[in-house]
């Protein structure tokens, strides 16, 4: 492995939500992960940054089990994420993609039927409750009976956003939630999403190409290159002080703000 392509110490954080050792993944006959060796903390704000085809959604899936890697190992709060039942782990664990996907019918309609997802000690969704739940993604809680295929694409991502707060997780998985939205709105979800990590004690992972978002939210990011880490830690000191060539050279080019 080439020198640059080694995982910066810092990569190695001390409270992990999630651990994956030796993590390689394989689609349709290439490689899109080749050893991950990676700790996302708990109660964080990661942001997976990189180049286009870099591996960072095969690496978000595999945090909830859309996909299972082809070697290597994952722990999910020091368990084998493999021994969890799917059902508990994508209650436990929210994905908000990047086309958010709505039912025919109402908003409050779409926020209920996930909540199939949730604990047993986990109320239904009402109207009342599903004010609430708009308020937290930052819509108007009149949404609650506007049709939801109606809806601005922002708005759609929002209530998908309240839709993956039903089940009340203590994980949200985010794949490049911003992409279809203009630069203003993209802004106003990532700092939604900040608030929310903070007032609901989430640990939160996403993919994001936009550099200005990792700026804003984020407080641990990692940098993929070609399935493998090039550098992670901490937000602030990697965005400004990167120690790795590739890294630097990738934030230099501002590549991600277009890939």
Same mark, same amino acid.
């Given at each position: ?12 954080? $001390?409270?992990?939500?999630?651990? %994956?050792? &030796? ?5 349709? #006959? *290439?490689?899109? @992960? =080749? ?94 409750? $599903?004010?609430?739940?708009?308020? %937290?993604? &930052? ?5 609650? #009976? *506007?049709?939801? @295929? =109606? ?102 080019? &501002? ?5």
């Amino acid at each position: 492995m080439r020198s640059e392509l080694r995982p910066a110490a810092a990569g190695l954080a $001390a409270e992990a939500a999630f651990r %994956l050792r &030796g993590v390689r993944q394989v689609r349709d #006959g *290439r490689t899109t @992960l =080749d050893g991950i060796d990676l700790d996302l903390p708990r109660g964080g704000f990661t942001a997976l940054i990189g180049p286009s085809g870099s591996g960072k959604t095969s690496l978000l899936r595999l945090l909830n089990r859309l996909d299972d890697p082809a070697s290597g190992t994952i722990e999910f709060l020091g368990r084998p994420i493999a021994e969890y039942r799917v059902r508990e782990l994508r209650r436990r664990i929210g994905f908000v993609f990047q086309a958010p996907v709505m039912f025919p019918g109402t908003v409050l309609a779409n926020l209920q039927a996930a909540h199939g997802l949730a604990k047993a000690e986990v109320p239904p969704v009402d109207e009342s409750g $599903a004010r609430e739940l708009l308020a %937290l993604a &930052g819509l108007d809680p009149d949404f609650v #009976g *506007r049709q939801a @295929l =109606d809806l601005s694409g922002g708005e759609k991502q929002r209530v998908a956003l309240a839709r993956a707060l039903t089940t009340a997780p203590e994980v949200l998985l985010l794949d490049e939630p911003t992409a279809a939205l203009d630069p203003e709105v993209a802004d106003r979800l990532v700092h939604t999403l900040s608030e929310l990590r903070v007032s609901r004690s989430l640990t939160m992972v996403m993919v994001t190409h936009r550099l200005r978002e990792a700026r804003i939210a984020a407080t641990y990011v990692a940098m993929l290159e070609a399935g493998r880490v090039v550098e992670a830690g901490e937000a602030g000191a990697l965005l400004r002080e990167p120690q790795q060539a590739r890294t630097r050279a990738f934030l230099q080019a &501002g590549e991600g703000e277009l890939g």
